[in-house]
């Protein structure tokens, strides 16, 4: 029976769909959407802050429409990190990569999509919403990806769209620049490389390829490493042809004057936001460890969370106990495993010590 009223027009391929979302439930460690744990400083609050108020003197007026400010200072930032030479003209910034995401598809999904799963659930979704045909590729029982069958099936499915997500949620699995260069030659149309967590790891990024090889295009998001979430901004790097055509399907000033400012801000304190990158990774080494030691399996992770089992209960149950005693942890629906976020230093201390008294 369908849950929607049969008066409510609603487009068929939506009818079976739940909308996406982890569980937004009390908890004394809140280790389940993959954020960061530590706040911003006073200090850098109420410079946004007074940015924010200079910006709210001129509400009545539209924002940047196309972010000028914004995109220099990402592709600053881009530049500085990987060595790279891009400008203004090589970014564009959005709500959030989940728009980032929805804006590829709208403008060039025309021939369908692929991507390798597990992998971030919002590629399909957004696909389906969107109407664009979606390929499930294939990876190693370990959730590995086997690059000559990738390439096999890329090949065989032709798609417009590629989506390779590094390191890979839920898994934190991460593709070497040599594997991204090799599925690229394959690729009909656009190779996306999804890096929302790239601080996080050591592995060399994609943008490093794209003034060679202009079809690969590489997503980012301030909301990891930056302890940015709320602010809702990501960010596209890609060759000007790229960018020039999502602005066929962008609204009009999708951005608000406030965003824009608030996230300014954030990349003149870079230094300070990602100081806590080296931190987590620190963190994510001690949690490994210790999970471990409880007997677990833990998928090797260039991330800021870790998937394991290895737990003789139910995913659901454990993840259910967990909450019992105060954490929460994310169950992403692979049979016999578990996601948790690297929190605070408390926070992983709660989740450990939680998970001992159950599982022993």
């Not at 990569?97 to 992998?119: H, K, R, Y």
């Not at 999708?254 to 080296?278: F, K, M, P, R, W």
């Not at 999970?291 to 659901?316: E, H, Q, R, Y």
Request: with cysteine; net charge negative; glycine share 6%.
């Amino acid at each position: 029976m369908s849950q929607w009223p049969e008066w409510l027009p609603l487009v068929d391929r939506l009818s079976g769909l739940a909308p996406y979302g982890a569980p937004q439930v009390p908890a004394q460690a809140t280790l389940n959407t993959n954020e960061n744990p530590y706040s911003l400083s006073p200090e850098l609050s109420q410079a946004i802050a007074a940015r924010i108020q200079e910006s709210a003197l001129h509400l009545n007026r539209y924002p940047d429409r196309d972010a000028n400010v914004l995109r220099a200072g990402l592709a600053s930032f881009i530049n500085s990190q990987s060595s790279t030479t891009f400008s203004a003209e090589n970014i564009w910034a959005a709500n959030g990569s989940n728009e980032i995401i929805q804006s590829l598809f709208l403008a060039f999904g025309n021939s369908g999509a692929i991507g390798f799963t597990p992998s971030y659930s919002m590629h399909p979704l957004i696909a389906r919403v969107i109407g664009c045909q979606w390929r499930n590729g294939s990876r190693r029982q370990d959730f590995s990806l086997d690059i000559e069958v990738a390439k096999r099936e890329i090949s065989e499915s032709a798609p417009t769209l590629t989506f390779i997500t590094t390191p890979n949620n839920p898994t934190g699995s991460s593709l070497s620049i040599e594997e991204i260069l090799d599925l690229a030659k394959v690729c009909p149309g656009l190779l996306v490389v999804d890096e929302a967590y790239a601080e996080f790891s050591d592995e060399q990024s994609a943008v490093t390829l794209i003034a060679a090889n202009p079809k690969i295009v590489v997503i980012r998001t301030m909301s990891k490493a930056f302890s940015f979430a709320g602010a809702r901004v990501g960010y596209l790097v890609a060759d000007p042809a790229v960018i020039s055509a999502l602005f066929l399907v962008r609204l009009p000033y999708h951005l608000s004057s406030i965003t824009q400012a608030a996230a300014e801000v954030a990349l003149e304190h870079q230094d300070e936001l990602l100081a806590n990158v080296d931190r987590l990774i620190a963190a994510r080494e001690k949690l490994r460890i210790a999970l471990v030691g409880l007997g677990l399996t833990v998928t090797p992770s260039k991330a800021n969370f870790l998937l394991f089992s290895g737990f003789d209960i139910p995913a659901p149950e454990l993840w259910q106990k967990l909450l019992d005693k105060g954490v929460l942890i994310r169950d992403v629906g692979l049979s016999a495993h578990l996601r948790v976020t690297v929190g605070s230093e408390a926070e992983n201390e709660l989740f450990i010590k939680a998970l001992t008294s159950i599982l022993r």
